[in-house]
């Protein structure tokens, strides 16, 4: 059993800083000695263009990937796969993927079409993390169903924490039809600015309305334009900025991840032992 940690980052709210925090946390990994693959599931490209890489330029993607496996073809997934100077490996994305939300409606096995993309790959890394489209059609429902967990970004504003009710119905949905191991491993508060009475009460909402039932990171990540000037930059905030308090702050979340990580490997292997 392959012991690679798939991650999806997710919110159907756009803004939220779900890219931001999958190229982040991928680049702490990898920092921390982990062997990392980002996979940049929405057709705007924005992981993609954070890390440097221009993806209309490209004629090998997840688009291209994802339809070789609808049309039951085996595609040489490393072909595509892009190595980072930071030590992270990436599966780029173009504006070839937003046609896959039309193609999946009528493939076969349409809901695992991404999970057969990484499968030959998966043991190459330690964690794979998934960069969702802030939407909830089929090509996230693919990105949830090949993930072992969730990571939900929440902006502390009111409006993207009332979308939180159905997103976790939707990982609701995912569990029960198409991956029924899928957890959430936790809500990220992102873009906090501690000073304002707003996001202090939204995230104590969040942890009255959510806590009980679901975990919420210690880390915070703070708002900050160190972190936007890194993205436009096409480096993580540890190669632009190491001492700024996001990086601070995702390399916390980083920690906190990789707990999450040895705690599962724990149960399993008390699990098969078994």
């Not at 942890?207 to 975990?215: A, P, S």
């Not at 999450?260 to 078994?274: C, F, M, N, P």
Request: with cysteine.
């Amino acid at each position: 059993m392959s012991e690679c940690k798939t991650i999806a980052i997710c919110n159907q709210k756009g803004g939220v800083g779900k890219t931001t925090t999958a190229l982040n946390l991928g680049a702490g990994l990898a920092k921390a000695g982990k062997r990392v693959l980002l996979v940049d599931c929405d057709p705007q490209s924005d992981l993609t263009s954070a890390l440097g890489i221009e993806g209309e330029r490209l004629e090998k993607s997840l688009g291209s990937l994802m339809y070789q496996v609808t049309q039951d073809s085996r595609p040489i997934v490393r072909d595509t796969i892009i190595h980072h100077e930071e030590g992270m490996d990436l599966i780029p994305s173009n504006l070839d993927l937003s046609s896959m939300e039309s193609l999946l409606v009528n493939a076969m096995s349409r809901e695992k079409v991404l999970a057969s993309v990484l499968k030959d790959v998966k043991k190459d890394y330690d964690y794979i993390l998934i960069d969702c489209m802030p939407s909830l059609g089929m090509v996230t429902i693919n990105a949830l169903t090949a993930a072992d967990s969730v990571i939900i970004p929440v902006q502390a504003q009111y409006l993207p924490a009332k979308g939180m009710t159905q997103l976790l119905k939707s990982i609701n949905m995912v569990r029960t039809h198409t991956n029924e191991g899928l957890n959430v491993a936790g809500i990220v508060m992102t873009l906090v600015d501690s000073r304002t009475n707003l996001a202090k009460e939204v995230i104590n909402t969040i942890r009255t309305n959510y806590g009980l039932m679901l975990r919420i990171f210690d880390t915070q990540i703070p708002v900050a334009v160190k972190a936007a000037e890194a993205t436009k930059a096409g480096k993580s905030i540890f190669a632009y900025d190491a001492d700024s308090k996001p990086a601070i702050a995702y390399e916390q979340l980083t920690k906190e991840v990789m707990k999450l990580g040895e705690r599962q490997k724990r149960r399993d292997e008390a699990s098969i032992a078994r």
